[in-house]
């Protein structure tokens, strides 16, 4: 199976997208701890992700808040219940890991949660960066805490514009 890349610039650098021509199973960061290169294996090809790329224009143009596309992020069960729940977090809100883990069904799992928000393959869409630590500090972000703050101004100010994280 052929798996497609292709560097999309957005406001937080370049993102790279991978997927193979169907789902899009990898986003990743420029900078920071989920920073991603493509593999020699790969196809460059902006085809495939036409669509990724026009709605991740309009998240970054504060017009798109919720992502409609097919992804296909590889991990455990417990990951993917994890991630799946990161998609009920609304727009522009944050919870902590210690709600997540509640959200879940969980509630003792908070740092498992929180292991499992650190590998999320398609961050931004899959957006992990709207959980924060109990104390409401922004916590490790595999983009780095620069990008998570962007991130949650970007929405902040999208829905209210007088909110600001930091």
Known sequence: ?????YYHTTS???LLLAGDGEYLTLLG??????ARRHEATWTKDCKPFREVIFQL?????GDLQDFDLPLA????EFQQTVW?????I?????????????????????????AANGLNPIPVIIPCHRVIGSNGKLTGFGGGIRTKQFLLNLESEAVSPSLNFG
Do not use: C
């Open 12 to 14: 937080i650098g370049q």
């Open 29 to 34: 960061f420029p900078e920071g701890s989920m």
């Open 1 to 5: 199976m052929t798996t497609y890349y």
């Open 90 to 114: 609304p727009y522009a809100e944050t919870w902590s890991y210690g709600e997540l883990a509640r959200h879940i069904g969980r509630p003792k799992a908070s740092r498992a949660v929180g």
């Open 84 to 88: 799946n729940a990161l998609i009920e």
């Open 57 to 61: 224009d309009g998240y970054f143009a």
């Open 73 to 76: 992020p590889l991990g455990t």
